[in-house]
């Protein structure tokens, strides 16, 4: 499996995974793709409003979109 990856052989990897019975994940909670990019750019954009009001020296506006930022982080990471 190492060596499928990191040549990035999709069709070795999917033959692998065949082979072992894998099964995906159904009827899991987890964040379908579209969820978790639609995530990572809202997360994404809450640190740069939170950059900007730095520069800015608007320092509460700053303030409150980094700590969004973080927290949203944490919530993502699963801690």
Known sequence: ???ACSRMDLTAIHQILL???????E????LSFQEWTQQM??????RK???????????RSAMD???GWISSWRVAKGK
């Open 27 to 30: 009827g899991t909670n987890e």
């Open 1 to 3: 499996m190492g060596d």
């Open 41 to 46: 750019k809202d997360m994404l954009e809450a």
């Open 19 to 25: 082979m072992t019975h894998y099964k995906d994940d």
């Open 65 to 67: 979109s980094l700590s």
């Open 49 to 59: 409003r939170g950059d900007l009001a730095f520069r800015d020296k608007d320092f």
